[in-house]
């Protein structure tokens, strides 16, 4: 059943995942502190509070993805809050090996007496930039590369060649991971090498974690894609994990009238036995009635259902309504219209 509102934001559902993710953090900061120093069942506590802390990431994306989706509730201005609060995080992480390639530079362009005034330090062995340094520099370039092909793809509506972009997203950040950890076993030196290891250690490893978290936000979106969330409308958490990638954001295409073009109907595969699988997703958009006044439209936007090595799109562009009752009637026999082939399915 549609429910009518008269605003475009999303309040959400009371829910338990802050608390518990509140509760997983505590334990492992708590677990971490007493394992490095050492107490007794520090390990475990550690364990546990990450474990406690993974599930309750899952199972959150888990409700955040199924609002976005199968309920409709991220809006053109609900959506303008997950785009927003990415571009902060991607600055403070620039900030960050900022300040870490500072200490570098500073400590390499003026040594100090304390390391014999030269750099790198005397005794400290350094890896030879021309083995696997010089064959690492141009993996993530490329990676961020593969990532803009997607964005591309989906853009331009095609499923298939988005899912394959993300593949050789995924593997040349592989890679590039697998090199890097080559790199640390060969390493002559250590964090605890002087300023040179320390910055040196500090910094090709923060990047390395970044470069693993945008993997596994890659995988996701990767997984997504395939599934058939993604569209050229919507795909907020995808543009995230690219601005992740290479710092660089592309928004999506914009609509051209909120009032009258009102959906978009796909009938794309989904998955590969013979069983139907419908997929329908619904939206809220402000309409303006010739009256003057503002009702809320919740619609269907998407339907996808997905047979067998058959594949057609229909696209059709809803014309102007008289009125915004006639539209939501209309909306709300489509909606009945999918309830009842998901039943018969």
């Not at 518990?20 to 520090?42: D, E, K, R």
């Amino acid at each position: 059943m549609i429910e009518s509102q008269r605003h475009s934001y999303h309040l959400v559902d009371p829910s338990p995942w802050p608390i518990s993710g509140s509760l997983g953090a505590l334990a492992t900061t708590v677990g971490g502190v007493m394992y490095m120093h050492p107490f007794q069942g520090g390990a475990t506590l550690l364990s546990l509070g990450l474990i406690f802390l993974l599930y309750t990431m899952f199972v959150w994306w888990r409700d955040v993805l199924r609002e976005s989706t199968l309920e409709g509730h991220h809006t053109k201005v609900v959506q303008l809050g997950p785009r927003y609060g990415s571009i902060p995080f991607i600055v403070s992480e620039v900030m960050f090996l900022f300040a870490l390639f500072w200490a570098s530079s500073h400590s390499s362009l003026a040594p100090t007496v304390e390391i014999g005034g030269i750099w790198p330090p005397k005794g400290i062995g350094v890896l030879d930039p021309r083995e696997i340094p010089f064959l690492n520099t141009p993996i993530p370039p490329s990676s961020g590369a593969a990532v803009t092909w997607a964005h591309h793809a989906i853009l331009a509506g095609k499923e298939k060649r988005a899912v394959y972009a993300l593949v050789a997203t995924v593997s040349l950040a592989l890679v590039s991971t697998g090199f890097q950890g080559m790199e640390y076993y060969q390493a002559p030196s250590t964090i605890s090498d002087s300023i040179y290891g320390s910055t040196f250690s500090l910094a090709t490893g923060f990047h390395g974690f970044h470069v693993i978290i945008g993997t596994l936000f890659s995988i996701i979106c990767g997984i997504r894609q395939y599934l058939g969330h993604l569209t050229k409308e919507h795909h907020v958490g995808f543009e995230a994990a690219a601005w992740d990638r290479r710092d660089y954001g592309r928004s999506c295409s914009p609509r051209n009238d909120p009032k009258f073009d009102l959906g978009l109907f796909e009938i794309v595969p989904f998955n590969r036995n013979q069983r139907c699988f419908l997929v329908s997703r619904f939206f809220s958009e402000q309409i303006e009635e010739p009256n003057g006044s503002k009702s809320s439209l919740a619609a269907t936007k998407h339907i996808g259902l997905a047979l067998r090595k058959e594949r057609s799109v229909l696209s059709w562009r809803l014309s102007q309504y008289e009125s915004g009752e006639q539209a939501t009637s209309f909306c709300r026999f489509l909606h009945g219209t999918a309830l009842l082939a998901r039943r018969n399915l």
